[in-house]
């Protein structure tokens, strides 16, 4: 369990005078992270904050300037970036003594979206400032790579395998890239049958996409479980059994609009920890490969303490 961060509450008696430490991944969102982490650096300022903006240029910059920050204990550590920017630098987060803010601006938001986090840099300042703390778990997946830890949804599936081959392919760019990669994954379609053991015993099922969620949405938006919750203690499990390509093809617009769990082909369960391999599988959480074969995959309740908006009715 996380260590309770200091006072928080929405208290519009509180001081404002709070003490920031603001990481920025330049590179995310094509730059649209730096421009937002400027206007709520502004925001802050306005509002009597005392606020440190750090740039990391790297990956290592940035795990150096978080652990740095970690260690000099401000009353906020705040995070501008995406899924991806957090996720690299889970294992100093995860029960840090500071609590996290996090400023969305990546190409892929989903963490922040689950936690129903504002967009506008007022509304982020005013969280930053006042927000509550909430303990929130984390995904780990275990396995012959070690141990890893993913905000959103670990992936061991058709959905996997399209982010694989996206991430080998040099061209095109942009999304164009990963329709590519859907469609070659389609040609090359067959049926998965999985192995897996969790509470309720061991057992094999085929299917075509097996995702592990801790938050509803991953690949930018897409609701792939709409019912999971982030600090339930579970992952939230969705099995869609073996299908043909057409079919497939047919189930893409339900998983955009979160419509697939009503579909027959579709299933879900809760599982604390859960084992799973199959040939060929490979394994993508938080836009990184993480296992191939097979692995474990559990929960680390309420392991990451970050702030949230409070909303009045």
């Known amino acids: 369990m996380a260590a309770s961060p200091r006072e928080l509450a929405d208290d519009p008696r ?13 590179a995310a969102g094509r730059g649209r992270a730096m421009a937002k982490a400027e206007a709520v650096g502004r925001a802050l300022e306005g509002r009597g904050a005392v606020v440190d903006i750090r740039h990391g240029e790297t990956a290592a910059d940035t795990r150096r300037l978080v652990e740095q920050a970690i ?15 957090i996720s690299a630098v889970l294992d100093l987060l995860a029960d840090a003594p500071v609590p996290l803010a996090v400023v969305p601006g990546g190409t892929g938001n989903d963490f922040a979206a689950a936690l129903e986090l504002p967009q506008d840099p007022a509304r982020l300042a005013d969280m930053i400032l006042r927000g509550l703390p ?21 992936a061991c599936g058709f959905d ?17 890239r990963y329709y590519l990669a859907l469609a070659l994954e389609l040609i090359r379609l067959a049926p998965q049958r999985y192995r897996i ?58 998983l955009l609009h979160g419509t697939h769990m009503m579909l ?5 369960w809760g ?5 799973v391999s199959a040939p060929g599988l490979v ?24 702030l949230v908006p409070v909303f009045r009715r």
């Not at 260690?71 to 920017?85: K, Y």
């Not at 909430?134 to 070690?146: E, K, Y």
Request: glycine share 10%; net charge positive; hydrophobic share 40%.
């Open 160 to 176: 996997a395998k399209v982010a694989a081959r996206t991430n080998r392919l040099r061209w095109p760019r942009g999304a164009i």
């Open 271 to 275: 599982s604390r920890e859960i084992a």
């Open 71 to 85: 260690a000099e204990t401000p009353d906020v550590l705040v995070i501008a970036g995406g899924d991806g920017t």
């Open 283 to 306: 394994v993508y959480a938080d836009g990184e490969r993480l296992a191939e074969g097979a692995c474990a995959v559990a929960v680390r309740r309420g392991a990451l303490t970050v």
């Open 14 to 26: 509180a001081p404002a005078s709070r003490t920031a430490i603001m990481i920025v991944n330049p």
């Open 197 to 254: 053991t969790d509470e309720q015993g061991e057992r094999e099922i085929p299917g075509t996409l097996l995702a592990l969620c801790n938050t509803r949405c991953y690949g930018g938006g897409m609701p792939i479980a709409p019912k999971a919750i982030p600090d339930d203690g579970r992952l939230e499990v969705v099995h869609v059994e073996h299908i043909g390509r057409m079919r497939l093809l047919r189930l893409f617009p339900h």
């Open 264 to 268: 027959p082909e579709v299933s879900t």
């Open 134 to 154: 909430r303990a929130v778990d984390l995904g780990v997946v275990r396995s012959t790579h070690g141990s890893h830890l993913f905000l959103t949804v670990a």
